[in-house]
């Protein structure tokens, strides 16, 4: 990806959305843009026009943490926003090449799969930045039957959201899931724009995905930490959860989510149900397995 276009684009994005009213700034004549000018950023930052409109212009070179914190404030970006803008002026800083880690960021050690298989009341799997979905629990590979039964998905929840006509009957908020979607890669970008899959997942999904595409112009960031999930499940019916997520130690970029739902809810009773089919289906698979042939 182009990072100086990735820098300009994202500050042009959040100046156009930010109203002078917003800022306490009254008059200033017609306006022929949207949001806030580029001189009325500076001065609420306490920098120069020519200074911002460098950054604007993609250069982000030697630009302190204090004044990315002040055009942060004056474009009233949000912790996820902040936490990018800082990414993208760390990415061009000159320095050595940033290598991806030697060891594939796709092996899951055999603790963490203990782990996940000792949740047996919640659907509880590890993900990484690309969204793909390394490693679940035996109630999670229920859950997620939709998407891992078509390999063309590649176990990747971004390509299920967006290229897979299953994924909108699945997820019931399929338009806020999507743009979450969109967002956690947009902040996975940032962080690591030389991670080559990463991008080329981008890239994939920009070029088949007009729904992608759209949204990835946006530039929207957000943290997905927590917050609810309504699911229609073809086995189960409808389902509504909480969720956390949590990082892994030792793994950048690894999450660790749970689906969990209310004590007594139709829900809780659901997933039960939902248990109980995967655990015959396993137990079937395993008959069928050892039965001798005749």
Do not use: C
Not at 84 to 100: E, Q, Y
Not at 184 to 212: M, Q, W, Y
Not at 249 to 259: D, H, L, T, V
Not at 260 to 274: D, I, N
């Amino acid at each position: 990806m182009d990072h100086e276009a990735e820098v300009r684009d994202f500050l042009r994005t959040r100046r156009a959305r930010t109203t002078p009213d917003e800022n306490g700034i009254i008059g200033g004549g017609r306006r022929r843009v949207t949001g806030l000018r580029r001189e009325e950023v500076a001065v609420l930052a306490g920098v120069s026009t020519d200074y911002y409109a460098r950054m604007e212009r993609g250069n982000l070179t030697g630009v302190s943490p204090e004044v990315l914190e002040a055009v942060a404030r004056a474009l009233r970006l949000d912790d996820a926003e902040t936490a990018h803008l800082h990414d993208l002026a760390r990415a061009a800083t000159p320095g050595p090449l940033r290598r991806p880690a030697r060891t594939a960021d796709t092996t899951v050690r055999p603790s963490m799969q203990r782990l996940l298989d000792a949740v047996t009341g919640a659907p509880a799997w590890v993900t990484n930045r690309r969204s793909d979905l390394l490693a679940l629990n035996p109630l999670a590979r229920a859950f997620f039957r939709p998407l891992l039964d078509d390999p063309a998905n590649q176990r990747n929840n971004a390509r299920f959201t967006f290229l897979s006509p299953a994924s909108r009957l699945f997820y019931r908020d399929w338009e806020h899931g999507a743009d979450m979607v969109v967002a956690n890669l947009r902040t996975a970008a940032g962080r690591n724009p030389h991670d080559k899959p990463l991008t080329d997942l981008i890239g994939e999904l920009v070029t088949r995905s007009d729904e992608f595409r759209s949204r990835w112009a946006k530039h929207d960031v957000r943290q997905h930490r927590t917050g609810a999930k309504r699911i229609h499940h073809p086995d189960v019916g409808d389902l509504e959860f909480t969720y956390e997520g949590l990082e892994v130690p030792g793994s950048p970029g690894w999450m660790f989510y749970a689906y969990t739902a209310a004590a007594g809810s139709p829900t809780e009773e659901r997933l039960a149900l939902l248990g109980s089919l995967a655990a015959s289906a396993t137990s079937r698979k395993d008959s069928d397995e050892v039965r001798p042939a005749r």
